[in-house]
Structure formats: C-alpha cells, structure tokens
C-alpha cells in the first residue's frame, strides 16, 4: 500500500467518540481496524505526513458536543474570522 499523502492546503477536521494519546500508541502507525486506532492517531498520521489536521471528540447523540465540533471545525478552518462574524452568521 503507498502511504504517500499528497495534501495542498487541505486542513482535515477528524471527529468520532474515542480519542488517544497518539504519541504512546506503539508500533505507529497502528492497524486502522485497532482499538489503538483513534482520530488521535489519524491526527498524527496526517501531520507527521506534513498535513495539517485536528482531532475534535464528539458524541453525535449530543447537540452540545455537535455544536462543539461545528465551532472547533469553522475555528481551525477560518482561524483569522472575528467572533463578530460568527455571532451574526448564527442568527
């Protein structure tokens, strides 16, 4: 399998329930079907690989943690936008 990432400006939000410290996560990269396969481990995979991604937790049963990923995701994706501009884009 060719584990080249070619990534141009790409910023990649991962999101699901589990998460890991992915620095401890021995051999690296783990088997994706793992238990020690997280969205912290994809995370690392894609910076390690010269990409830029975040890892969000979220519980999709919840509307607060949704909500949670929907800001964490417009903050790394639009990091100069003024909180004023997400406060009338809200409304």
């Given amino acids: 399998m060719n584990k080249n990432i070619y990534l141009t400006n790409l910023k990649v939000v991962v999101a699901a329930k589990s998460t890991s410290d992915a620095s401890t996560v021995k051999p690296f990269p783990p088997e994706p079907n793992s238990p020690q396969s997280t969205i912290s481990t994809v995370e690392?995979?894609?910076?390690?690989?010269?990409?830029?991604?975040?890892?969000?937790?979220?519980?999709?049963?919840?509307?607060?943690?949704?909500?949670?990923?929907?800001?964490?995701?417009?903050?790394?994706?639009?990091?100069?936008?003024?909180?004023?501009?997400?406060?009338?884009?809200?409304?």
């Fill in 44 to 91: 690392r995979e894609i910076r390690e690989a010269g990409g830029q991604a975040t890892a969000i937790a979220v519980d999709t049963r919840d509307f607060e943690s949704v909500q949670r990923l929907v800001d964490e995701t417009v903050k790394v994706t639009y990091p100069n936008r003024s909180s004023e501009e997400e406060e009338v884009n809200k409304t």
